[in-house]
């Protein structure tokens, strides 16, 4: 079993191996009404040339519906003509033909993960290399400081633009083995297997880098795509690429990008700068992409009666059922009512929060904009919200070029002096700052213990994306804590203000290695990256490894709930039984001057007795 392709025969040709892998993957990847569809879709937009029918890139876009506003489409068809050459990558760019578009829809819309293992980590690589381009000097310049390699820069026949080996910076993908993949291989193979059988003349990869403007341009597309369906038209998202929002899109994608480069200082991001952003800050960046190639698996006009195909013996091809999905809700409620969210934001939090507890899921506890900004009204809205919230805090960065006075000056006096300088980063671009933190316990007060759990997140969104993952060995996660614990206000990632205290005048603030602090009043906040440290209730950035502190005005916070129409629910009870609690305490007349009577009018209310103290619970 297994050997028909062993012995004493040829072994197979690149062709072969290619189309048998391309019938594994029809046969074992797709329902029978996905390859007809797909075998549909490519005959109505197949183009033919010496009796071979292939794909364009202006038909693939226009398939596709790519914005034009995005000038992403040569970005894309670099991407389907890499990964078009599976397995062999030496031969990219690949002529998009039916074997090589079943490889790009198998893969992008994962579903390869059925065939092949470790499909994760390998799909990551994967892309990578189909959007990296090759920059010769850098990779004659590399074997120099090595000590001279005699490895060539490129093979001959690779056509420039395209990178095909290993990344740069990575040495765990060194080809170890060079054999040609064979037909035995194929029951088990990966695409790590598949890039180290590649080609034994494959050529460095020092100096692959992915060009910035490109991932750009991807990240934006990658932004409209993360709350698509699978049956979503991108056409019906033209309002996001014009005008002000276009911008907005622009400026979101530069805050996800400097998570990969400082596109002041390199032209281009490596693999080790890849996959060090993507391993903490982007588990879903790429989700968006498998949504919109399984358009070649759906038409929407399909006439199923009019066509027979080899799907079925003498009978017509399957159907897909049929039915009218109902309206669906919008993707963020009271979006207008926001200073801070917005779609942009929306989607760049599900890259690093799954999308299915985000999309038409959020809803607006607290805005400081419209509910004032103080703890008494933070509490009143949230805390009686039993699903996991998500704090989002803007603000204008303060440079501590002058002497602080007033409100600032007193926050100033309350936090340790400045140990580390601002982060580089901002240099050059906007003082604005975007953090927050996803919580998925209910708020509560805590002046001598934390809340939160192993399960939340620290972030920061703009001007840089950055996540920061809690820590099992310290659970000093959030503390929510008012007047009269020493230096009321909201921490994260702080030991409790009130912790190991002797006096109520405790003169300054714990500042955690990695952790974000607001006043009480909502003024003023700092955060602070001790990238040194390895005690805090975070781990240090994967991104940025240097020391940084940034202190703020804050401009906007506000808190939304992830949850559905039964934890509102839940919340508009509890809002219900206080207003009804507070209410009973106002009609009742004591003061009478009469002890007994006023206790009796209490327990009659049932304020007090069977163990109530009268406070509310």
């Known amino acids: 079993m297994?050997?028909?392709?062993s012995g004493h025969g040829p072994p197979p040709t690149r062709q072969q191996v290619c189309q048998d892998l391309a019938e594994r993957f029809s046969r074992k990847c797709f329902q029978n009404i996905d390859l007809y569809t797909f075998k549909a879709n490519f005959r109505a937009l197949a183009d033919q040339?010496?009796?071979?029918?292939?794909?364009?890139?202006?038909?693939?876009?226009?398939?596709?519906?790519?914005?034009?506003a995005l000038a992403v489409s040569s970005v894309i068809f670099q991407m389907v003509s890499y990964i078009g050459a599976f397995p062999y990558f030496d031969e990219a760019p690949a002529v998009l033909g039916f074997e090589q578009m079943i490889m790009v829809?198998?893969?992008?819309?994962?579903?390869?993960?059925?065939?092949?293992?470790?499909?994760?980590?390998?799909?990551?690589?994967?892309?990578?290399?189909?959007?990296?381009?090759?920059?010769?000097?850098?990779?004659?310049?590399?074997?120099?400081?090595?000590?001279?390699?005699?490895?060539?820069?490129?093979?001959?026949?690779?056509?420039?633009?395209?990178?095909?080996?290993?990344?740069?910076?990575?040495?765990?993908?060194?080809?170890?083995?060079?054999?040609?993949?064979?037909?035995?291989?194929?029951?088990?193979?990966?695409?790590?297997?598949?890039?180290?059988?590649?080609?034994?003349?494959?050529?460095?990869?020092?100096?692959?880098?992915?060009?910035?403007?490109?991932?750009?341009?991807?990240?934006?597309?990658?932004?409209?795509?993360?709350?698509?369906?699978?049956?979503?038209?991108?056409?019906?998202h033209t309002d996001r690429v014009v005008d002000e929002e276009l911008k907005s899109l622009r400026s979101t994608a530069d805050d996800i990008l400097a998570a990969f480069i400082n596109v002041e200082k390199s032209p281009g991001i490596?693999?080790?700068?890849?996959?060090?952003?993507?391993?903490?800050?982007?588990?879903?960046?790429?989700?968006?992409?498998?949504?919109?190639?399984?358009?070649?698996?759906?038409?929407?006009d399909l006439d199923m009666s009019k066509r027979k195909d080899s799907v079925g013996e003498g009978a017509g091809p399957p159907t897909r059922p049929v039915f009218e999905e109902p309206p669906l809700p919008p993707l963020l409620k009271d979006?207008?009512?926001?200073?801070?969210?917005?779609?942009?934001?929306?989607?760049?939090?599900?890259?690093?929060?799954?999308?299915?507890?985000?999309?038409?899921?959020?809803?607006?506890?607290?805005?400081?904009?419209?509910?004032?900004?103080?703890m008494g009204s933070f509490e009143s809205k949230v805390f009686n919200w039993r699903a996991p919230t998500i704090l989002l805090v803007s603000g204008t960065r303060v440079t501590g070029q002058s002497k602080p006075t007033g409100a600032q000056a007193a926050f100033e006096n309350s936090v340790p002096?400045?140990?580390?300088?601002?982060?580089?980063?901002?240099?050059?671009?906007?003082?604005?700052?975007?953090?927050?933190?996803?919580?998925?316990?209910?708020?509560?007060?805590?002046?001598?213990?934390?809340?939160?759990?192993e399960d939340m997140l620290l972030f920061q969104l703009s001007p840089v994306h950055d996540v920061f993952t809690p820590s099992s060995l310290n659970h000093n996660y959030v503390s929510f804590t008012k007047t009269p614990s020493p230096n009321p206000g909201i921490s994260i990632g702080c030991t409790p203000p009130g912790l190991g205290s002797t006096s109520r005048n405790t003169p300054l603030r714990s500042l955690g290695p990695v952790s974000l602090t607001l006043d009480s009043s909502f003024e003023f906040g700092v955060f602070n990256h001790d990238n040194t440290s390895r005690g805090g209730a975070f781990a240090p950035s994967t991104v940025r490894k240097f020391d940084f502190q940034t202190r703020f005005q804050v401009d906007d916070i506000e808190v939304w709930g992830c949850g559905g129409d039964d934890d509102a629910k839940v919340q508009r009870e509890r809002w219900e039984w206080e207003a009804r609690e507070a209410e009973a305490r106002r009609r009742i007349n004591l003061g009478t001057g009469d002890l007994e009577a006023d206790r009796q009018?209490?327990?009659?209310?049932?304020?007090?007795?069977?163990?109530?103290?009268?406070?509310?619970?």
């Open 2 to 5: 297994g050997q028909a392709h």
């Open 49 to 68: 040339q010496s009796e071979v029918s292939y794909l364009k890139e202006d038909t693939i876009a226009r398939f596709l519906e790519l914005p034009d």
């Open 105 to 236: 829809v198998t893969i992008l819309t994962q579903r390869h993960k059925k065939v092949l293992s470790r499909a994760a980590a390998s799909r990551h690589k994967l892309l990578f290399k189909s959007l990296a381009v090759y920059d010769r000097k850098l990779s004659e310049i590399e074997p120099a400081t090595q000590g001279g390699s005699s490895r060539k820069p490129a093979a001959e026949n690779h056509t420039p633009g395209f990178v095909i080996d290993e990344a740069g910076d990575s040495t765990d993908d060194d080809a170890s083995n060079d054999d040609e993949l064979d037909f035995d291989a194929l029951d088990s193979v990966c695409i790590d297997d598949a890039f180290k059988k590649a080609d034994r003349h494959s050529a460095s990869t020092h100096g692959a880098m992915i060009p910035a403007d490109n991932f750009r341009k991807l990240i934006m597309l990658l932004l409209l795509l993360a709350p698509m369906s699978g049956l979503e038209s991108l056409s019906s």
């Open 270 to 300: 490596t693999f080790h700068h890849f996959s060090n952003a993507m391993s903490v800050n982007f588990p879903h960046l790429f989700s968006g992409l498998s949504p919109l190639f399984e358009h070649f698996l759906f038409i929407k």
């Open 335 to 374: 979006q207008d009512k926001s200073q801070i969210m917005n779609l942009n934001r929306l989607s760049q939090l599900s890259f690093f929060i799954p999308g299915d507890d985000l999309f038409r899921r959020l809803r607006l506890l607290y805005s400081g904009a419209s509910d004032g900004y103080s």
């Open 417 to 453: 002096p400045r140990r580390f300088q601002d982060d580089p980063q901002h240099s050059g671009r906007s003082d604005r700052v975007v953090f927050g933190c996803l919580v998925k316990e209910p708020w509560q007060l805590s002046s001598k213990t934390c809340f939160g759990g």
């Open 601 to 617: 009018l209490l327990e009659m209310a049932g304020l007090i007795g069977q163990n109530r103290s009268g406070g509310s619970t």
